[in-house]
């Protein structure tokens, strides 16, 4: 890799890892995504430290656990003030005093208000859609006398979420959101447009995205889950109400948002191009989180399924391998990507973070030693994610402890805690979570 190159991160809210046709989903097309997996390497195990929009931004620009300021879903109204330690040590900040201009454009979502300056940015759009595609290109198009790096922070397909909020809207604020007009729902409502020219049944037979093959709700699901929901009655609902021709729907117009934000992001990278940057720029590509698209008959996210806690994790630079799928490695993009552009930055690791830099992951040398375990926490509970298995603790509810086998269970439909072919591991599985989560941060206790 050239040295010191720039950095482009580009963001999108809510796209689980699924949501790539690169990825092999048939009901999606992201050329512009695609386009950075063919340049670079697609990361098929990459997780975001908390399923939950604020503490997973927080986790993002900090390389910090949520859960280390107690910030473990988007109330942070019990948190007084942003420790100064984490806030000097943020990802701009640190880009900042290597020599980086760092800009920020698009959506922020972090707690207490906070702004991108916070973080050591300088703010260049306040929009998170088109606009910001515009302001980003204008940003490329300056001429740039040091390293940059540029977050380009889309809201898409973010805009999912309206779609069960307006269907069974019951709190003041639910009703707030769903009021005519929001460019939310007109976007939502284009997504949920039929395509010209096919009758209603002829959609539904061969262009609607099937129903997932996880469809059905787990027997022994912990507790968790229905006690989450019911914090939220819409979510609840739509599990309950939507019909599997609803959930189909929701597939359609999930794909469709998808397929809205690659455009805006394929503009971004053009314009890369025109401004002769792409030959020295690593671009980097993920989510905040992902969203259950009708697995087990859910939307939204914070859940510890595959689909809210997967996501996507795009990375190509120049001097890096090309077309290259890494299915093994457990990456954080949480943890792991401020190590990262400290390494790109040419700074030394810092012992205070947990996560490490990808980019000996990234090259064709032989495969370097990696973590065997990885963290994720919500506003549930905790999870340890290994190879081939997913361990949990919940916070509440009966079930707390769940244990899925993901080379027999893919699609996460029970929990193998009891089974006896697990016995020998369970202990292990046990020891390694205590390691790994010292202290619970139980918001209920």
């Not at 040091?146 to 009703?175: G, K, Q, W, Y």
């Not at 401004?275 to 980097?284: E, G, K, Q």
Request: aromatic share 8%.
């Amino acid at each position: 890799m050239v040295d010191r190159p720039n950095i482009l991160l580009i963001l999108t809210d809510q796209q689980n890892a699924n949501m790539l046709s690169c990825a092999g989903n048939r009901a999606v097309r992201t050329p512009a995504m695609d386009s950075i997996a063919r340049q670079g390497t697609r990361f098929e195990r990459a997780y975001c430290m908390n399923p939950m929009c604020v503490p997973s931004r927080f986790s993002l620009f900090t390389g910090r656990r949520g859960s280390a300021i107690g910030l473990l879903n988007n109330n942070d109204k019990h948190i007084s003030e942003m420790p100064a330690t984490v806030l000097k040590s943020a990802l701009g900040w640190q880009m900042r005093g290597a020599g980086y201009r760092t800009a920020y454009g698009g959506k922020t979502h972090f707690p207490l208000g906070l702004a991108p300056e916070d973080f050591g940015f300088e703010t260049i759009s306040r929009d998170d859609r088109d606009g910001l595609a515009e302001d980003c290109a204008q940003f490329l198009a300056r001429d740039h006398k040091e390293p940059f790096l540029l977050v380009a922070s889309f809201i898409n397909p973010h805009d999912i979420c309206h779609m069960a909020i307006r269907d069974f809207a019951e709190t003041p604020h639910e009703r707030r959101l769903s009021q005519p007009g929001r460019i939310e729902l007109r976007e939502l409502d284009a997504a949920l447009q039929l395509p010209d020219r096919l009758t209603e049944e002829e959609f539904f037979r061969s262009v609607c995205p099937p129903l997932p093959e996880n469809f059905e709700i787990p027997p022994d699901e912990a507790e968790a889950i229905r006690l989450m929901q019911a914090r939220s009655p819409f979510k609840h609902k739509a599990r309950q109400r939507y019909s599997e021709r609803d959930w189909r729907m929701h597939r359609w117009a999930y794909a469709r948002l998808t397929e809205r934000v690659d455009g805006q992001i394929g503009s971004v990278l053009a314009a890369l191009r025109d401004n002769r940057l792409a030959d020295n720029t690593l671009v980097v590509f993920t989510s905040d989180h992902g969203d259950m698209d009708a697995s087990h008959r859910m939307e939204h996210k914070t859940a510890f399924y595959e689909e809210a806690a997967r996501v996507p994790l795009l990375i190509a630079g120049p001097g890096l391998a090309r077309g290259a799928v890494d299915d093994r490695r457990l990456v954080s993009n949480g943890l792991d990507l401020l190590p990262t552009c400290r390494a790109v930055a040419g700074l030394e690791p810092a012992a205070e973070l947990e996560g490490r830099s990808l980019l000996p992951l990234l090259d064709a040398a032989p495969a370097a030693l990696w973590r065997d375990v990885l963290p994720v926490e919500s506003e549930m509970g905790q999870m340890m994610i290994g190879q081939d298995v997913k361990y949990m603790r919940y916070y509440q509810g009966a079930r707390r402890e769940q244990l899925v086998d993901l080379a027999a269970d893919p699609g996460e439909m029970r929990n193998a805690v009891a089974d006896a072919a697990q016995r020998p591991r369970l202990g292990e599985l046990r020891a390694a979570f205590a390691s790994l989560f010292p202290s619970a941060h139980d918001p209920y206790a």
